[in-house]
């Protein structure tokens, strides 16, 4: 039973241009939220996090929006570069002790 | 460098044979996982440990048995492989969720 969904499966978004990347979960039991990004033949690399109890978190190019009510979150990538080309994982979290992570979206910069 | 690093990173092998996985993290962590991603890249916990102290065994089969001789070592032990056990095997640690989990690069087993 998935609590985490990626609904999309890929994005492409020229460089220069806004990424959305959409997530929603189930667990109204989930306090923490994180964004991974992950290359092809290396493990997840760990971008951007959110508490429940805030509704945005800033950090650089990355910003991360969530809304508790709707149980979903995003993150935005503003500008895309094409080295932001990879697998972006939504992970939600109830304790420290594990992540639940969604299936992933493959984001494609063009030139 | 400072890293989780988790060997071999490529393991082949048939059938029914005991495998091991070997992790290591230098970042001075409590916390260590194991996860799975099968087919469909999906990430699914294994195991927690902190403190050498097993948190959470998410309904994983007997056949997998996880030790940490100390929090900077969490290693995992597979018995008689089965050809559904192929997947990509990540190695984590983490100190916080702030932060993150910090991740090996997968260990890609294929039982044959």
């Known amino acids: 039973d998935q609590q985490v969904k990626q609904n999309s499966p890929s994005l492409s978004v020229q460089e220069g241009r806004i990424s959305i990347l959409n997530c929603d979960y189930t667990?109204?039991?989930?306090?923490?939220f994180l964004w991974y990004k992950k290359y092809p033949a290396e493990g997840p690399t760990f971008l951007i996090s959110i508490s429940s109890i805030k509704d945005k978190n800033e950090d650089g190019r990355f910003t991360v929006f969530l809304n508790k009510s709707a149980k979903h979150l995003s993150l935005h990538i503003v500008p895309s570069q094409p080295g932001d080309s990879a697998v972006y994982f939504c992970a939600a979290s109830e304790n420290d002790y594990k992540l639940s992570f969604g299936a992933g979206t493959t984001v494609t910069v063009r030139a | 460098d400072t890293a989780v690093s988790q060997t071999p990173k490529y393991l082949v092998t048939q059938m029914g044979n005991d495998k091991s996985i070997k992790c290591e993290q230098n970042?001075?962590?409590?916390?260590m996982y194991w996860y799975k991603q099968d087919s469909k890249k999906f990430l699914k916990i294994m195991f927690s440990?902190?403190?050498?102290?097993?948190?959470i065994n998410e309904t994983v089969p007997n056949r997998f048995s996880p030790k940490s001789p100390d929090k900077a070592h969490l290693n995992l032990h597979i018995n008689s492989l089965e050809l559904g056990d192929s997947a990509v095997y990540f190695c984590?640690?983490?100190?916080?969720?702030?932060?993150?989990?910090?991740f090996g690069s997968g260990t890609r087993l294929t039982v044959v």
């Open positions: 984590a640690s983490s100190e916080t969720l702030v932060y993150g989990y910090t």
């Open positions: 667990n109204s039991m989930f306090d923490y």
């Open positions: 440990y902190n403190n050498k102290e097993l948190i």
């Open positions: 970042l001075g962590h409590d916390t």
